[in-house]
């Protein structure tokens, strides 16, 4: 079946530094990739829509000029949190549909801000 | 936004009792799918099962079945002699436009052995 792979899986930061996370289609392509944040025993909340080949379109109240999305092919779409701060600190997970089945889910990334 | 209720925060049970999961939803969709994801302590969600709305038919795959009642919006989930590897959380997640999932906060599902 077809393959999500998000990495890193884990990554620990410093205050004020930026974190790049990747989302990799393997076997399929994805002109759509769905960004979720998800803090600890909340459910997931999208963050943004990446789209390939255009801006990527955000939820209501998501800071765009922090959470920078490129979707710069069509496997690949990738988020970078810059300034992090601790209150950042959070479970990032993508998911790329394929049309009418399921929607793949990556790994997901575990970061905290230290 | 549309709106999941999972109203069962946490659910215990033991090994090989059933369990079901409730979830309504709210939607101005006429048609839609509707999906139950896994979410065990590593993170990352597991496809469990998908249902589209206009196919009201319930149905057994293993030990998860379901019901689906449109009229309701109802899509409850049932686990069938549970296992100690079923303890997760458990996510509702209706699709709508635009192939964008919204998740209900989720039923924590603990099974003791």
């Known amino acids: 079946g077809a393959v999500v792979s998000q990495h890193p899986s884990w990554v620990i930061c410093k205050s004020g530094t930026s974190v790049k996370i990747e989302c990799r289609s393997l076997d399929f392509q994805a002109t759509t990739m769905f960004w979720y944040r998800q803090f600890p025993k909340q459910s997931l909340m999208l963050m943004a829509t990446s789209n390939e080949g255009s801006k990527a379109t955000y939820e209501q109240g998501v800071e765009k000029d922090k959470f920078l999305i490129n979707h710069a092919s069509l496997t690949l779409s990738t988020l970078t949190v810059t300034s992090a701060h601790p209150e950042d600190s959070s479970f990032y997970i993508c998911?790329?549909?394929?049309?009418?089945?399921?929607?793949?889910f990556g790994q997901g990334t575990r970061l905290t801000v230290v | 936004a549309q709106k999941v209720t999972q109203a069962q925060t946490e659910i215990s049970v033991v090994e090989k009792e059933d369990v079901t999961l409730d979830c309504v939803y709210e939607t101005r969709d006429t048609t839609y799918y509707l999906f139950w994801y896994k979410q065990p302590p590593s993170g990352e969600l597991v496809f469990l099962i998908r249902r589209n709305s206009f196919d009201e038919q319930n149905e057994i795959s293993g030990r998860y079945s379901w019901n689906f009642q449109k009229s309701t919006s109802s899509f409850n989930f049932t686990i069938t002699a549970s296992q100690v590897v079923d303890s997760a959380v458990y996510f509702c997640a209706p699709r709508y436009g635009n192939n964008r999932l919204a998740f209900g906060k989720g039923n924590q599902v603990v099974v003791i052995p």
């Open positions: 998911s790329a549909p394929t049309g009418d089945t399921e929607a793949f």
